[in-house]
């Protein structure tokens, strides 16, 4: 019986993990494609007084995990040791937001389906695989809180594999800091429930 046991159960973990597109991310090569924030709101003028300069910071925020790859830990996060970075899809949208416009008084949140929507308008088709995407939902310091979803795709058909929000406390120093943290505690939330 131990044996039966020992032989099925890696077919067991991936029938299980399958329904949350872990486990399809894992058996796959998968690419981290960055943060979206096109339809991303930052609430609290107060928090944000120069809305001018954020360009900068999205950029940066994407930037984490190449320059602090152990604490910005896609791999762990994704249960994945083959996991590929290529930002150029997410720089190239984010370049393109007007900014001034991102900064608001009221909560925004987006439903599931505008999540999905905003993975979906990538065109994907020289990635292999799987396609990891954090879509910026809001910034909001009024509520000291940020949120984002996290999309699975399949590159070559556009199959939402999996779509999860996350809200986490934002901490630390400097308005790159501060909401970097977010990030943070998302992709070791992520990386706790895989484990």
């Known amino acids: 019986m131990n044996l039966f046991f020992l032989l099925i159960s890696p077919f067991l973990t991936f029938f299980m993990g399958y329904g949350n597109g872990e486990a399809a991310a894992s058996a ?3 690419t981290w494609i960055g943060i979206d924030y096109t339809q991303a709101k930052f609430v609290g003028a107060d928090g944000f007084t120069d ?4 360009p900068r910071f999205l950029l940066a925020w994407n930037d984490f995990v ?3 790859p152990d604490k910005y830990d896609v791999k762990k996060a994704l ?3 083959d996991v590929n970075i290529d930002l150029t899809y997410t720089y190239e949208k ?3 937001i007007d900014t001034k416009a991102m900064v608001q008084e009221e909560d925004h949140q987006l439903t599931q389906q505008e999540a999905e929507a905003v993975a979906k308008s990538y065109e994907l088709s020289e990635v292999e695989g799987t396609v990891a995407l954090l879509v910026a939902e809001c910034y909001n310091k009024k509520l000291t809180r940020g949120s984002h979803w996290l999309i699975l795709m399949d590159a070559q058909s556009s199959e939402i594999l999996s779509a999860e929000r996350f809200v986490e406390k934002p901490g ?4 790159r800091n501060y909401w970097a943290r977010t990030i943070y505690e998302l992709l070791k939330s992520k990386g706790k429930s895989i484990k």
């Open 66 to 68: 190449i320059t602090e």
């Open 172 to 175: 630390g120093f400097g308005l």
């Open 28 to 30: 796959n090569p998968v």
């Open 94 to 96: 984010n370049e393109a």
């Open 79 to 81: 249960g994945s040791t």
């Open 51 to 54: 809305p001018a300069d954020l």
